[in-house]
Each structure stands twice: as C-alpha cells, then as structure tokens.
C-alpha cells in the first residue's frame, strides 16, 4: 500500500480525473476512485455522464478526499524526457482568441480606423476550472468589461468572446467575461451556461517558488498555417515581486504569448506571462493601438526576462467570484481560540 498526501486548490466542487492522475503520476490507464469518510462511514463521490470527472459534496472544503487506484506511480526516466512529457501533455490545455472578434459596441464608430481598434488581437487563454479561464488584461484586452447578469447579449457585446484550442481549432466555446483586473494584469473568464467545458485545467494553482523552474506556452511562432504553439524552459529569479505582485522569471516572450501559461513540474499553473522587462505596457483607459504596437517591435528586437502573474492571485479572484454569486459557500471564519483546522489533502492508498 502506498501512502501521498498532496495539497489541492479546488476551485468548485467537480475534480477530474485526469488531474488527479497528473498530481500523482499515475498512469492515464489507471482506474480511479475517490471517497471521504463522514462519521466513520466511507463515501465515493459520483462522477459525470462522461466518466472523466469527480462531483464533489457541497462541504468539499472542509473534507478530506482519498484515491484508489489500480496502478502504482510512474517516475520519470530523466529530467530530460520529463520535460519533454510535461510539455507534450500540456500543450492540449493552451487555448486563444482568435483576431479579429468584435469586443465593443459603440453605435457611433464610423471610420475603418476606429472600428479596427475595437476587435480583440487575440491572446493565450488557459484553462484554471472545468468551467473557467483565464487571459491577460492589457493591449487589446483592455476594452472587456464584465458581464451584466440583468442584460442581454446584445449589451454584453462588450463582455462575451469565443476561444479555440490552441491545438484543435475545432474545440471553440463562447465564454463571458467575470472579472478584469487591469493591476495584475488579468481576465477571467468563464462558460455562458455554466457548463463544465474543459476536461483538463491545473489541479492546483499557486505562487511560483524561488528559483523554481517551468515551462511556458505561447504563440509567437506564426507560419503560413497561421499561429504554432511553443514552449520555452524558464526559471523564477526571485522570491521579490514588482509593484505589480509579479515574479521576474528567466526566458523570453514574444508577440502571441502574451497570456501563456506557466506550470510547475508538478503540473501546477503557477502564472501566465503578461510582460518583457523591455517592454511592460502600460494599462491606460484608453487603448492607443499605435503605441502597444510600439512596444511589441521593441519587446520582439531585444528579448529579455518576463514578468508573470502569479496564479494565487488568479484563483483568489475566482474563488471570491463564485462566493459572491452563490456558487462557493464561503468558509466560516475560526474563532482564535478555535482548533485550525486541517489543510484538505488527497491521499493515496
């Protein structure tokens, strides 16, 4: 028998499978099951109708979760091919906008010029929930704004965007926009419906470590085929952040990887890309096309080390989303004198 204890940010109450495969390093073959003992009675969560994905009880942050499994797990054969695993397993979660989509209704636009600067330039999305993901907030990003549950799609013009798989361009869903937070640099994003959208997103989502190393994805390299994904090793240079809360990391950025995602080698999203140290762009009210274009010819001509915001920040304005609209029950505060209570695990056996 063998026993793991691993730590999980769970966003709501669904687990997939493969998450848990990936925290653990189990095989993608591996049978699963997942329990939680409620008065010394043993409980097993239901799935989906598909079978890739764990529905949690609604007092999940409080529980304890264990897995079953039929497999023991795998170690990587050298730090090498671990990388090139990671990177080909991971690939499949990079996600976009495409160019070109309409962002902002103004009735009163009536040059070329202005119409072309309320599209959308595209952008990286990743996944951070079965429902939800995220993208940066500058560029032309900065004319979303935040849904309006009491409105029509038509005033949410402004709100509501399509994004493809990065990988399979068939894969597309309509998602609206939940949060902008112009001073981290991000958007969250999330299903119109609320369905469940993505099979595979981070199980957990933290703060990079200092000097800790991960891998990158974007969409710099552009061929006759249009955008190609890439990925790049990098490394975080220290444990000090900007006035931004953004970590300085060791690789470079390029246009089309703006909003990549970073993971960890335990396949934690641990930040997305936002910025060059040559070129940081401002977030002003105003989008002003020509100088982020700028910006880019000088971020492309004198590669540098990148800022990334990390994803503690990313999941916090998600979890204080979902308690806002009644989809996360908030936790109950502790009194001082009470008992901490224990950190939520998922063990092996």
Known sequence: M???????DLPDNTLTKSSIKSALLLTDDAILSLYYDVNGRRKFCLVNESATTFLLPEQFPTLQFFVESDKAPSRP????????K???????????????????QDKEETSAEL?????????????????????????????????????????????????????????????????VDTHH????????????????????????????????FGLSHETEDGQQITHRNGRICSDSVDHRGRFLASSSIDGGDFGGPCYSADRALIGIMVASTTTDP??????????????????????????????????????????KHGILLA???????????????????
């Not at 849904?147 to 990065?166: C, F, K, M, P, W």
């Not at 109950?332 to 939520?344: D, F, G, S």
Request: hydrophobic share 35%; with cysteine.
């Open 2 to 8: 063998l026993e793991r204890e691993i730590e999980l």
């Open 282 to 323: 401002m977030l002003r009210t105003e989008y002003d096309r020509e100088s982020i274009e700028e910006e880019i010819i000088e971020a492309s001509s004198h590669p540098a080390d990148i800022w990334i915001t990390p994803a503690l920040f990313i999941a916090e304005a998600y979890k204080n989303y979902q308690v």
């Open 115 to 179: 119409i072309r600067d309320l599209v959308i330039d595209g952008g990286c999305v990743s996944p951070i929930s079965s429902r939800a993901a995220v993208t940066y907030a500058h560029k032309s990003h900065k004319i979303l704004r935040e849904y309006d549950e009491g409105q029509n799609d038509e005033v949410n013009t402004h709100s509501l965007v399509e994004i493809r798989n990065a990988q399979d361009h068939s894969i597309r869903h309509k998602m609206k926009v939940i949060v």
């Open 331 to 349: 936790r109950r505060e502790r009194n001082l004198r009470e008992p901490r209570a224990k950190r939520r695990a998922i063990d092996t056996s």
């Open 185 to 216: 640099d991000f958007v969250i994003l999330r299903s119109v419906d609320g369905r469940e959208i993505f099979e595979d997103y981070p199980y957990s989502k933290r703060s990079p470590k200092t000097f800790e190393s991960f891998i990158g």
């Open 77 to 84: 054969s050298s730090s090498l091919s671990f990388e090139e």
């Open 86 to 104: 990671l990177a080909d397993e991971l690939r499949t979660r990079l996600f976009f906008i495409p160019r070109g989509q309409k962002a902002l």
